[in-house]
């Protein structure tokens, strides 16, 4: 059931305009178990963040004609009370978000995975006026729910997951949280990799940039992390890597790689920059490489409302195939 919006006409300002009403929202199935913070950053699109919690602090949002605070979690026939609040206006001669689908790797009533191409957000912010999810309800308008499961850096490719029911989101969370996915990743890395399987245990401490770009360091005291990484190829002076993920930290496989002197190609953050200037020009030994070598390709989990495991794969894109293919004949194999 979608939530009804009951909307109290509004009042006359001084300058003859409309004022902002007062908005009555009846929370259906799919927006009950949200906290009323992430519910309200999500209706009052265009509001500033700030603004959105400086109204529950002073207690203009209601719920059921009551006081809560930013951790209430919404429950089915709740009535949420909205201030009036002021959209941002879109500035002028900006463009709409242009709808987009992207390549479908599975899809049903609950949800949506696709094989997100590197250089894609996948959503808005810090620079970018949009992204994957931005586009798809561009794309889908009648869609009632569509909520990314996880990220996936935007130089990143591969595959990414999307729920269509909030119960499919909040069971897929759940099963992240308790390590019950499987998320696998191709990686190319510069360096003489020797070791068959490796293990990469380096703490992460996560800090903005004075531009708000954010970054990650290994740092004593930071977020404990943990990287699998399993040969696949090895050529001289390069690696190709499967890197297994047993926690989940922003850009945790960049940076625990990048830390252990194996940069990823083509990483602009965390990688060899000389290198990768390099490479974005073919020689007489390899093909060139304008982007950053990590993709996404396999997701284990089960289904949020079957219960039945599922295995997604999304093949390595061209791009990252023509550049192995031109390396020639491997120096070695996994085990060798």
């Known amino acids: 059931m979608a939530p009804q919006h009951d909307v109290v006409p509004p009042s006359s300002q001084?300058?003859?305009?409309?004022?902002?009403?007062v908005q009555f929202v009846t929370i259906g199935e799919e927006e009950a178990g949200q906290r009323i913070d992430n519910f309200l950053l999500r209706i009052c699109k265009g509001v500033p963040k700030s603004h959105v919690y400086r109204i529950l602090r002073s207690g203009e949002v209601r719920v059921n004609k009551g006081r809560i605070d930013q951790l209430y979690r919404l429950a089915?026939?709740?009535?949420v009370?909205?201030?009036p609040v002021r959209m941002a206006e879109r500035s002028a001669g900006s463009a709409p978000v242009p709808g987009a689908e992207f390549h479908i790797v599975h899809e049903d009533a609950h949800l949506l995975v696709i094989d997100k191409p590197a250089g894609v957000a996948v959503h808005g912010g810090s620079g970018v006026s949009y992204g994957v999810i931005e586009q798809l309800r561009a794309a889908r308008p009648d869609a009632k729910f569509l909520e990314l499961v996880h990220r996936l850096d935007r130089e990143t490719s591969g595959l990414l997951l999307l729920a269509k029911k909030r119960s499919a989101l909040t069971n897929l969370h759940e099963q992240m949280r308790d390590?019950?996915?499987?998320?696998?990743?191709l990686t190319m890395v510069a360096g003489e990799w020797r070791n068959p399987r490796q293990h990469v245990k380096l703490p992460l401490h996560k800090y903005s940039t004075p531009d708000g770009e954010r970054r990650v360091v290994v740092q004593a005291g930071g977020m404990e992390s943990h990287t699998v990484f399993n040969l696949v190829r090895r050529w001289n002076g390069f690696a190709?890597?499967?890197?297994e993920l047993k926690t989940g930290r922003t850009h945790q496989i960049r940076v625990h790689l990048s830390a252990s002197g194996f940069p990823i190609l083509g990483d602009e953050k965390y990688g060899d920059f000389a290198l990768n200037k390099q490479l974005q020009k073919a020689n007489e030994t390899r093909g060139a490489l304008r982007r950053m070598f990590l993709h996404a390709y396999r997701i284990t989990f089960r289904h949020p409302d079957s219960g039945q495991p599922m295995t997604l794969t999304a093949p390595l894109p061209p791009e990252c195939e023509r550049f192995l293919v031109s390396l020639g004949e491997p120096a070695g194999r996994s085990g060798n």
Do not use: C, H, N, W
């Open 14 to 21: 001084a300058d003859g305009r409309p004022a902002a009403a």
């Open 81 to 83: 009370r909205i201030p």
């Open 240 to 243: 190709l890597l499967e890197a």
């Open 76 to 79: 089915s026939g709740d009535v």
């Open 179 to 185: 390590g019950d996915t499987d998320k696998r990743y």
